[in-house]
């Protein structure tokens, strides 16, 4: 969020961060894969540089997904950058280093925002480097991939359901509970319920569940809708 009056940028711990910084330090103490969709604007950025700044890094190493560059290398040197480490040289001979420092520094989890731009190389190379942690170093590592989507829109779902090899192998990292995760807004507005209701995250199983959103948690429904459906003002109550 931007101050209204000084212009910068400063972060408010809403319902809608609760729950996103909760999906990702569940995904850090389980070291699981999921693919976190949420509406564009709702403040994924700002709650993934807030829990870095909580959790400390290296141990969450939170990228952005290059713009306008497929290649490998791109997501490589952002995880470097993220890291702190400046190492000369081609990337053939740095690459295989990276995993090295990922298990030197206590890297748990890696988040990369803006997931929905991820190429199939970046996937890839993704899947490269946990396969060497693996091993090499015994070290499993959390993998987020936050995208921007709205309404039942699963970004890199179709991607990762190719029939070939490599993405199926990438869908078996992948939770088995949560794979595809939504993160719903802290209200929305059902005028079938007359008023506001909350909602939690909604999950993804890997099914495309008819279309709907498989929604977790129970409607709760406001005082003041309930009020209004029975006909009666809140004064009345």
Same mark, same amino acid.
């Given at each position: 969020?931007?101050?209204?009056?000084?212009?910068?940028?400063?972060? =408010?711990?809403?319902?809608?961060?609760?729950?996103?910084?909760?999906?990702?330090? *569940? !995904?850090?103490?389980?070291?699981?894969?999921? +693919?976190? =969709?949420?509406?564009?604007?709702? #403040?994924?950025? @700002?709650?993934?540089?807030?829990? =870095? $700044?909580?959790?400390? /890094?290296?141990?969450?190493?939170?990228?952005?997904?290059?713009?306008?560059?497929?290649? $490998?290398? /791109?997501?490589?040197?952002?995880?470097?950058?993220?890291?702190?480490?400046? %190492?000369?040289?081609?990337?053939?001979?740095?690459?295989?280093?990276?995993? #090295?420092?990922?298990?030197?520094?206590?890297?748990? %989890?890696? +988040?990369?925002?803006?997931?929905?731009?991820? !190429?199939?190389?970046? %996937?890839?190379?993704?899947?490269?480097?946990?396969?060497?942690?693996?091993?090499?170093?015994?070290?499993?590592?959390?993998?987020?991939? =936050?995208?921007?989507?709205?309404?039942?829109?699963?970004? %890199?779902? $179709?991607?990762?359901?190719?029939?070939?090899?490599?993405?199926?192998?990438?869908?078996?990292? @992948?939770?088995?509970?949560?794979?595809?995760?939504?993160?719903?807004?802290?209200?929305?507005?059902?005028?079938?319920?007359? #008023?506001?209701?909350?909602?939690?995250?909604?999950?993804?199983?890997?099914?495309?569940?008819?279309?709907?959103?498989?929604?977790?948690?129970?409607?709760?429904? *406001?005082?003041? !809708?309930?009020?209004?459906?029975? #006909?009666? *003002?809140? *004064?009345?109550?």
């Amino acid at each position: 969020m931007t101050h209204p009056l000084f212009g910068t940028e400063f972060f =408010v711990e809403t319902p809608f961060a609760k729950r996103f910084q909760a999906t990702l330090r *569940s !995904s850090l103490h389980k070291r699981s894969w999921h +693919v976190i =969709v949420a509406d564009p604007g709702s #403040g994924k950025t @700002m709650s993934i540089r807030d829990l =870095v $700044e909580t959790t400390g /890094a290296p141990a969450i190493l939170a990228v952005t997904c290059p713009k306008n560059n497929d290649d $490998e290398q /791109a997501l490589g040197d952002q995880l470097f950058t993220a890291l702190g480490v400046k %190492l000369p040289g081609h990337w053939r001979t740095r690459k295989p280093k990276l995993m #090295g420092h990922l298990h030197q520094y206590g890297t748990k %989890l890696i +988040v990369v925002d803006d997931a929905h731009d991820l !190429s199939l190389q970046h %996937l890839m190379f993704l899947k490269e480097v946990t396969d060497q942690g693996r091993l090499q170093y015994n070290h499993r590592l959390g993998l987020c991939l =936050v995208a921007a989507g709205r309404g039942t829109t699963i970004p %890199l779902k $179709e991607i990762l359901d190719q029939p070939e090899t490599m993405w199926l192998q990438f869908r078996r990292r @992948m939770d088995k509970l949560e794979p595809f995760c939504r993160i719903t807004g802290h209200t929305s507005y059902q005028p079938a319920f007359g #008023g506001i209701i909350l909602r939690r995250e909604g999950c993804y199983d890997g099914e495309e569940n008819n279309g709907k959103d498989n929604t977790c948690g129970t409607p709760f429904t *406001s005082r003041r !809708s309930k009020n209004e459906n029975e #006909g009666r *003002s809140p *004064s009345m109550v």
